[in-house]
């Protein structure tokens, strides 16, 4: 029985984003069922026959749901691990399970004034305090992962791993609230937009043409 993975508009649902990079970059086979988020009561019905916590993504293997972008990668990840998508040196697993959850858990301000919208013309925006706190924040995680595993390849850890589809939609987030980044956390992002997997996730959200507009106001 094939994967079903459970997400909302590319364009916006940057919580689906993580786990289809981490399946598609991969090449893991799965069938996508995409819901539109915030349309009303039938789509909402929608996700909760999939998933009782109503929200997107969720992962379907058979009788196993898991819900919860961090949770379905790392279930993706004992389920296939011939994807390496955490370090195998247990310091390196560690550090880069850390800024996964530093990622999951935190960064608000710049979630709440940034959202993902990968249609939204490109643009600064007066960030506050927190938010620049926040982007500073993730710059220096990025540069500190460039500097220890840049012999290992050009993602965080090296090869695209769980980290990176923690990140990815950062990438967006400073690319169209045109955010100043320092050439180490350009590389990165450079790095990232070049990822084909990426690259089909933003060409397919950019098709999208259902507006959210309670995510249009910035
Ligand atoms: N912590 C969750 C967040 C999931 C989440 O907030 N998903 C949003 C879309 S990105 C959602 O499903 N919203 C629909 C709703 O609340 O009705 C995760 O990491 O998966």
């Not at 924040?137 to 993602?155: H, M, P, T």
Request: with cysteine; glycine share 6%; aromatic share 10%.
């Amino acid at each position: 029985m094939p994967l079903k993975l459970v997400i909302g508009n590319k364009n916006y649902s940057s919580w689906s984003m993580r786990p289809w990079l981490a399946l598609r970059a991969n090449h893991i086979a799965f069938e996508e069922i995409l819901i539109p988020l915030y349309t009303g009561d039938a789509d909402k019905a929608r996700i909760l026959d999939f998933s009782d916590a109503g929200k997107v993504p969720a992962l379907i293997d058979g009788d196993v749901t898991i819900w919860d972008s961090l949770s379905i990668v790392e279930y993706v990840a004992e389920r296939f691990p011939q994807t390496r998508l955490w370090p195998e040196d247990r310091a390196s697993r560690a550090h880069a399970r850390s800024i996964s959850a530093e990622m999951h858990s935190g960064f608000m301000a710049l979630r709440n004034e940034c959202g993902m919208n990968l249609h939204r013309p490109i643009r600064a925006v007066a960030l506050s305090a927190d938010a620049r706190a926040n982007i500073a924040r993730i710059q220096q995680i990025w540069i500190g992962c460039r500097e220890r595993y840049r012999e290992s390849g050009s993602f965080l850890f090296g090869a695209f791993g769980a980290a990176d589809a923690m990140f990815a939609p950062v990438v967006h987030r400073f690319r169209s609230y045109a955010i100043e980044v320092a050439p180490e956390a350009q590389a990165y992002m450079d790095t990232m937009m070049s990822l084909p997997a990426f690259q089909e996730w933003t060409r397919a959200g950019l098709a999208e043409t259902l507006i959210i507009e309670k995510l249009e106001t910035v």
